[in-house]
């Protein structure tokens, strides 16, 4: 059964796979300069005998045709990039490079796709079928690296039917993995806004258009897009996290400047609410005598996993790992670049456990502090390597 070899291969391969995470994670690199990541990755790669191809300058994808007659093709997706964080862990792998790291676990995603790519390379006698290799730069930085790798061809030739690809979650624990059938993660868009007015003197506001009042009124106006426009079954959320106005007790400041985001789970309604909220802001800064400047800086599209192929491939998780090691997922208002394939592609994207409080290790994701429960990359490789081979029909 390829499913016991498939686990035999996880346990064999464990400490190798443990011992690649641990040199990523002391040698992070940050979203488009993964070069030394990418040198790493294509030795390994060649080490097995797999040729590849360079994409989006940094990523690599290379295939792995299982020995049996067959024209399926999956892909499987690891992200390379790090941080710019500082490593608070106390670990012997600890990052070497000052101000970045790997707090965001795509050195697990990395490392585990390594592993995958040697169980499948040993039992190639053993399935039909090609599985696609995609590792991409640049997860954590727009455009993001899952764009440049599309735009340049990662999903033809040969076309995957499906685009599986996993992310560690702190909040599972390790042994455990989550699934979410449909819509999970939202699109992100940043919102630079600079409202103008006219400073003076705080005691004359008779002779000023006080910009901070304006922008009082376009923060509070601008959640009833939220409130009152959008489709109540389907989530929004418009948050300013920077209000900068800088004037004094007496001083109106000449402007106030914004920073903020959007995010939802319809392609539809984002276009819409660009407008709503650019046109509300602009209306109520002209009403009160001034001007506003909105510029929205579009983001990665929500994340939806293909109903179809996630009910399958949690049924193949569940196979893999046992029922009550397979958990749902809600939805989560962050954003992640796995959603450029899932607009184009059937795409499951699925959460890894890697939590273990015994050992402290519930640190959330992009914290100086996180860190994973090792014990994970066991079945993070086994189920991803049986997820392929169950995906291609064997
Ligand atoms: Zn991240
Ligand atoms: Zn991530």
């Known amino acids: 059964?390829?499913?016991?070899?498939?686990?035999?291969?996880?346990?064999?391969?464990?400490?190798?796979?443990?011992?690649?995470?641990?040199?990523?994670?002391?040698?992070?690199?940050?979203?488009?300069?993964?070069?030394?990541?990418?040198?790493?990755?294509?030795?390994?790669?060649?080490?097995?005998?797999?040729?590849?191809?360079?994409?989006?300058?940094?990523?690599?994808?290379?295939?792995?045709?299982?020995?049996?007659?067959?024209?399926?093709?999956?892909?499987?997706?690891?992200?390379?990039?790090?941080?710019?964080?500082?490593?608070?862990?106390?670990?012997?792998?600890?990052?070497?490079?000052?101000?970045?790291m790997h707090a965001c676990g795509h050195d697990v995603h990395t490392s585990s796709l390594l592993g995958v790519a040697k169980i499948l390379t040993d039992l190639k006698s053993e399935f039909g079928g090609t599985i696609k290799l995609i590792f991409q730069p640049a997860e954590e930085?727009?455009?993001?690296?899952?764009?440049?790798?599309?735009?340049?061809?990662?999903?033809?030739?040969?076309?995957?039917?499906?685009?599986?690809?996993?992310?560690?979650m702190p909040l599972i624990d390790a042994g455990k993995v989550g699934f979410r059938a449909g819509k999970y993660m939202a699109s992100t868009d940043e919102l630079y806004v600079t409202v103008r007015g006219k400073g003076g003197h705080g005691a004359q506001p008779q002779q000023n258009v006080d910009p901070v009042i304006i922008t009082a009124h376009i923060l509070t106006a601008l959640q009833t897009i939220v409130s009152r426009s959008a489709d109540p079954k389907s989530p929004s959320v418009l948050s300013f996290g920077k209000v900068i106005a800088n004037g004094a007790t007496n001083v109106i400041p000449n402007e106030v400047y914004l920073e903020g985001t959007f995010r939802t789970m319809d392609e539809k309604w984002?276009?819409?609410?660009?407008?709503?909220?650019?046109?509300?802001?602009?209306?109520?800064?002209?009403?009160?005598?001034?001007?506003?400047?909105?510029?929205?800086?579009?983001?990665?599209?929500?994340?939806?996993?293909?109903?179809?192929l996630t009910a399958r491939t949690r049924g193949h998780a569940e196979d893999y790992l046992g029922k009550e090691n397979v958990l749902d997922l809600d939805i989560w208002m962050a954003a992640e670049d796995f959603a450029y394939y899932s607009q184009v592609a059937d795409s499951c994207f699925y959460r890894l456990g890697t939590r273990n409080e015994s050992r402290g290790i519930t640190s959330s994701v992009h914290t100086p502090t996180f860190d994973i429960e090792e014990s994970a990359l066991e079945q993070s490789v086994g189920l991803m390597a049986y997820l392929a081979v169950k995906q291609l029909g064997n």
């Open 1 to 100: 059964m390829i499913k016991e070899k498939i686990q035999q291969l996880s346990k064999d391969i464990f400490n190798d796979v443990v011992a690649n995470r641990r040199h990523l994670h002391s040698h992070p690199e940050l979203s488009f300069h993964e070069v030394e990541t990418s040198v790493f990755v294509a030795n390994k790669l060649e080490e097995l005998g797999l040729e590849y191809h360079k994409m989006a300058d940094t990523g690599l994808v290379a295939l792995i045709k299982g020995d049996k007659p067959s024209n399926q093709v999956v892909a499987l997706r690891a992200d390379m990039d790090a941080l710019p964080i500082t490593e608070a862990n106390d670990v012997p792998y600890k990052s070497q490079n000052p101000g970045v």
């Open 270 to 308: 984002r276009s819409e609410a660009h407008i709503k909220i650019k046109k509300m802001a602009e209306g109520i800064a002209e009403s009160m005598g001034g001007s506003c400047e909105f510029n929205i800086m579009r983001g990665y599209p929500f994340l939806i996993n293909e109903e179809k």
């Open 141 to 168: 930085k727009l455009p993001g690296g899952a764009s440049l790798m599309i735009k340049e061809g990662v999903l033809e030739n040969p076309k995957p039917a499906a685009v599986i690809g996993q992310h560690v």
